[in-house]
């Protein structure tokens, strides 16, 4: 929900407080009138004059109150917590001379119940060939995970507490990434590399690596942002999770509301 959406109701119900306002300072006006005898037109005019700035004021400051308010709630979003894990300093430096930077960031937060959205746990997907599967469990095993993620990102984050409308906002255009929503309500992503070459940082960006083969994984896909960075396009394009057409509204809404100040919409995965 964006702030366009509410500013309506609350010029409906601003327009009765103002109305109500009106006939208060109306009646207050008539009071002391008939008190003062009404001496004067000149004093009618000034207590007319006086009721109607303070009738402006009160509501300039109302309105103002209520649209702050308003905006913070739905721009801002739930307080959140990032972590950004760069490459290390060993292979770090080397790679990104290479193939270029490419760390894992992970917004936390727990103010949002990820399980209003999306309930269920998703699991490896059985790989169809017996190739396939000697393969992934070669490339995905837990100690492959631990090896390639220490070689190549560093074990604890140096930047926390990071804005995410910035974080989200510094993204580049059309760049796609990898992303998993585990059951904590977290959001890990990688950057997916252009070009074939850069292998290493391809396997840094797979799903099952991003989840540190959790048990407790809820939506994997991918995301980009467009239209001058304001909307963010996501899908489920997993090859390892491969969750189900039918999630991805409700992981549409569950971005929507942990970043209000974009549009998401979901695309085709292909």
């Known amino acids: 929900m964006y702030i366009t959406d509410t500013f309506p109701s609350v010029q409906q119900n601003m327009t009765g407080y103002i109305l109500s306002t009106i006939v208060a300072f109306g009646s207050l006006d008539h009071i002391i009138l008939s008190r003062k ?3 004067s037109n000149s004093c009618s005019i000034y207590l007319l004059a006086t009721s109607f700035f303070g009738l402006i004021i009160t509501n300039w400051a109302i309105i103002s109150l209520v649209y702050a308010i308003d905006h913070t709630d739905l721009v801002i979003g739930p307080p959140i917590t990032t972590s950004v894990y760069p490459p290390t300093i060993l292979f770090g430096r080397l790679l990104k001379l290479i193939w270029g930077k490419s760390p894992i960031w992970e917004i ?15 699991h490896p997907v059985p790989l169809p060939t017996i190739t396939d599967h000697i393969k992934h469990q070669t490339l995905c095993a837990k100690p492959i995970i631990w090896m390639v993620r220490r070689s190549q990102v560093q074990a604890h984050s140096i930047s926390r507490s990071i ?46 690596v991003l989840a540190k083969r959790s048990s407790n994984v809820r939506f994997a896909g991918e995301m980009r942002k467009t239209d001058n960075g304001e909307t963010l396009l996501i899908n489920n394009n997993s090859g390892t999770y491969r969750p189900d057409d039918k999630m991805v509204p409700d992981a549409v ?9 974009l549009l998401v919409r979901e695309i085709s995965r292909h």
Do not use: M, W
């Open 163 to 208: 804005n995410k409308i910035r974080l989200i906002d510094e993204l580049p255009i059309n760049q796609k990434y990898n992303f998993v929503l585990l059951g904590n309500g977290n959001l890990v992503f990688g950057k997916i590399p252009h070009r074939t070459l850069k292998y290493p940082y391809r396997l840094l960006s797979k799903h099952v």
């Open 108 to 122: 936390s937060q727990s103010s949002i119940d990820i399980d209003d959205y999306l309930p269920i746990c998703l």
């Open 253 to 261: 809404a569950y971005f929507q509301r942990l970043f209000p100040h």
């Open 37 to 39: 005898q009404r001496r």
